[in-house]
């Protein structure tokens, strides 16, 4: 049958409900005839149907479902259904303070003022002639712990943190155009959401590595990760990298805002409360296996991702009889700096229950520590910000895999 | 560079801080996933020329913010009492009738100021935690009403400042909030905060 009738032919079965019949096995072991639409025959044998021609948008396959987790105040990305290390962009985290805000890109602006030579606005289009770089590198929320039962993926344990390729401009080359007065120590950043969110940052981590961004992945910032434009600070908390920014105030000093005093801050014993901890510690999650799917005996590949705010990852080591002995994994390369790293490693399980772990090393020497070693370290504080515990699935003799929770609250 | 994260201005020069940059980078192959450096921006123009100057009008529409020292605060003024009035109709609903009720963050402590910050972390209130009085104006300013932010005039600020201050223990019944006084209202929070000093390496902090 030559291209044209086969066309011909399906044109000619279009109407028909019934395609086909088949031969099904019911529960109860009867195999039974049963009717299947031309839709079904066309989803089973895929050479027996034209697809669809190409399109302007690509979609993901309805087969996959992919879903950020959302509460009232952020959205975790799924981790445990993800691969490699990239965050498909609509899968990034989410955490704001007075929702999504819809800005014009045409109307937006960004001021840059204080103590700076020259005071200026820059349009988007200003910013997109400069200059620009491109960096892989995660971004993570502070606030990015939970480990209060046993039913919880990794989504929901630290599902606060993403990776993405920004691009944009280097906020120096924009310090350098103001002419930023050498005795300044703070610049204020400020976002147009409804929360009109303030942070500061000190001077120095503007000139050294922060960037302006208009784009992740290849395409604008999406509004969730605020588009037009956003701050990227390489391995600082998330809510340092304001989004949708609107405003830089050059200053000798930081300005106390409510996110870097009520918020964002943790208590850390003998009665202090730490302040302006903006760099991420080392962290690793194994990602497979993970609640909620369970396995089987046998081999199994452990997979997972560590990073750190302090630079690259250098080692990931895994215990797979609860801590007793650990192994160096396997690191995916490249390794980059202040970038989400994939391990993995290969593993017999023989069947027993046993606990599973993973633990990062970064090139400072930090080791990624235990729970306790935290709460010893912090007065007794078992969560709050900045709280990156080796996390430890229990693996049931019948394959489930259970999350360990070690907090006591 | 010791006090970088503290609020002591950081007296390092900019030619150092520019120098040390340049130093760090040179060498590093390409495949690092690093920034350009300043040492790129050698051979740039002293000024690209994108964007245009800021007129004061620019400036005074966006400039909101309020520094510890005062800095940014407006003319005007507020009482405890003309607060509470204004609290009960706007703030209530979600904050509690007294503050402590929710559903929304308490702004109140339920124990007295002085014991319950011993225990930083147990009741985040206003008047145990916070450790600046000018970041009550600048974020009820910007932020509040949660659902019609930036609606209130600067004496509604003030007013519901001295309401909450007066709540918490903090200024007595009689206080008048203005860009003089809020400044110099001492939050019993302020001691407990210390400036980060993780490092990485081997110690957990």
Same mark, same amino acid.
């Given at each position: ?301 452990? %997979? ?5 705010? %302090? ?99 | ?205």
């Amino acid at each position: 049958m030559n291209q044209n009738q086969k066309i011909k032919r399906r044109t000619w079965l279009g109407g028909a409900a019934t395609a086909a019949v088949v031969l099904v096995q019911t529960s109860f072991g009867k195999v039974m005839q049963r009717a299947v639409t031309e839709k079904e025959t066309a989803t089973s044998d895929p050479t027996k149907k034209l697809g669809p021609l190409p399109g302007e948008v690509g979609t993901r396959s309805p087969f996959e479902k992919l879903q950020k987790k959302p509460s009232d105040t952020s959205s975790r990305t799924p981790l445990q259904d993800l691969y490699g290390t990239l965050t498909p962009s609509d899968l990034h985290y989410e955490r704001h303070h007075g929702g999504v805000p819809a800005i014009d890109p045409e109307k937006y602006e960004l001021l840059i003022h204080g103590m700076v030579k020259k005071p200026m606005v820059f349009k988007l289009r200003d910013l997109k002639q400069f200059p620009s770089v491109s960096r892989i590198m995660f971004l993570e929320c502070s606030g990015n712990y939970r480990g209060n039962k046993e039913e919880l993926s990794p989504q929901e344990i630290c599902g606060l943190t993403s990776q993405s390729e920004w691009t944009g401009v280097m906020l120096s080359t924009l310090f350098r155009e103001v002419g930023v007065d050498p005795r300044a120590t703070w610049f204020l950043a400020e976002g147009s959401d409804a929360a009109v969110m303030t942070r500061s940052i000190p001077l120095q981590k503007g000139w050294e590595d922060t960037m302006l961004a208009y784009a992740q992945n290849g395409e604008a910032i999406r509004p969730e990760q605020g588009y037009p434009a956003r701050l990227v600070l390489p391995g600082w908390e998330g809510n340092t990298c304001v989004k949708w920014i609107r405003r830089i105030e050059i200053s000798d000093q930081p300005f106390m805002t409510r996110e870097e005093t009520s918020k964002y801050t943790e208590a850390i014993g003998g009665g202090k409360i730490r302040q302006f901890s903006f760099v991420m510690d080392a962290r690793s999650i194994i990602t497979y296996p993970a609640y909620p799917n369970p396995v089987e005996k046998g081999w199994i590949e452990l %997979r997972g991702i560590a990073w750190s705010g %302090r630079g690259r990852i250098v080692r990931v080591e895994i215990s797979t009889n609860d801590g007793r002995s650990w192994s160096a994994a396997e690191l995916q390369g490249p390794v980059l700096d202040k970038a989400h790293t994939g391990f993995r490693y290969l593993w017999h399980w023989n069947g027993d229950e046993t606990a599973i772990m993973s633990r990062a090393v970064d090139e400072t020497g930090y080791v990624q520590p235990t729970l306790k070693q935290l709460s010893d370290a912090r007065g007794g504080n078992t969560g709050g910000y900045h709280f990156n515990p080796v996390t430890a699935w229990i693996i049931k003799r019948d394959g489930r895999v259970l999350f360990r929770p070690e907090a006591k609250k | 560079m010791r006090n970088r994260y503290t609020d002591q201005p950081d007296k390092t020069p900019l030619y150092i801080i520019l120098l040390v940059v340049l130093c760090a980078c040179k060498g590093q192959p390409d495949f690092n996933n690093e920034n350009i450096s300043l040492k790129d921006t050698a051979s740039w123009p002293q000024s690209f020329g994108f964007g245009r100057l800021a007129s004061s009008h620019d400036i005074d529409t966006l400039d909101i913010d309020i520094r510890p020292d005062g800095k940014g605060l407006p003319y005007g003024s507020g009482t405890v009492s003309q607060g509470k009035a204004i609290y009960a109709a706007k703030c209530a609903l979600c904050h509690g009738k007294t503050g402590t009720e929710g559903p929304f963050n308490p702004l109140v402590t339920k124990t007295d100021t002085a014991s319950s910050s011993k225990e930083p972390g147990k009741e985040k209130t206003i008047g145990n935690y916070w450790p600046y009085a000018t970041t009550l104006y600048d974020y009820i300013n910007r932020a509040m009403p949660f659902n019609t932010p930036g609606s209130l005039t600067p004496d509604e600020v003030y007013s519901l400042t001295a309401f909450l201050l007066h709540a918490n223990n903090i200024v007595d019944s009689s206080a008048v909030m203005n860009a003089q006084t809020l400044p110099q209202v001492n939050m019993p929070a302020r001691a407990l905060f210390v400036p980060d000093d993780r490092s990485g390496g081997t110690e957990i902090k």
